[in-house]
């Protein structure tokens, strides 16, 4: 979890795959902004495969790619907005939202962060760091004999730093400009990529052994995840 909110976790606070199948719509549209041809256009392309893997329907799909990009009357633009803050015990944690209603958006981050501590830009932002993040399967096992050796495989698809996700994959960090090269360069080697985007990286996790503790931050970010504007969170825990 240090590294990022996981997939899982989002999974178990929405409840619902509905609300799982909204956000990948929105992320779908938000990225189609950019042009409706995913060969073309990194973000839709990502966007695309989270739908898959997520079994978002066909129909959903194509109706968010015409939204975003303008094929449809009335369709939406959605922005990204970012929210810095605290969570209990004083975790840093970054808020990404994706939004057509920054006001709207706005009070329910206020009001979740009531627990919390809400902040003002750059007040936990500076112990980040702004990075790719690449998620992929290896070809082959991490251990025994015949093993994918993660570091190898980050070296030669021009990633910085890798490192394990404690369910089988690897988590592979690169520069941002770097994001798209770096995935495609791993698909080549056979690696299966389930995600890539522009992450926050936090350089200076914080570490809960109180488990009490641990379980109070945990929910408030499980209610925060659980709001529909809110795409993804990156605290800072170890």
Known sequence: MGAQWKQKGREAAAKTKGKIFDKIAREIAAAAKGGADPSANPRLRMALE????????????ERAIKKGSGQLDGGVQYDTVFYEGFAPHQVPVIVECLTENKNRTSSNVRVLFRKGQLGSSGSVSWDYQRVGQVEAMPPGPLTGAGAIDPEEAAIEAGAQEVELDGEGGALFYTEPTDLDAVAKALAERKWSVTAAKLAWRPKNPVSLDDEAKRAEVEAFLAALDEDDDVQALYPALA
Do not use: C, F
Not at 50 to 61: E, H, L, P, R, Y
């Open 50 to 61: 989270a739908a898959k893997k997520a079994s978002v329907t066909k129909d959903t799909i």
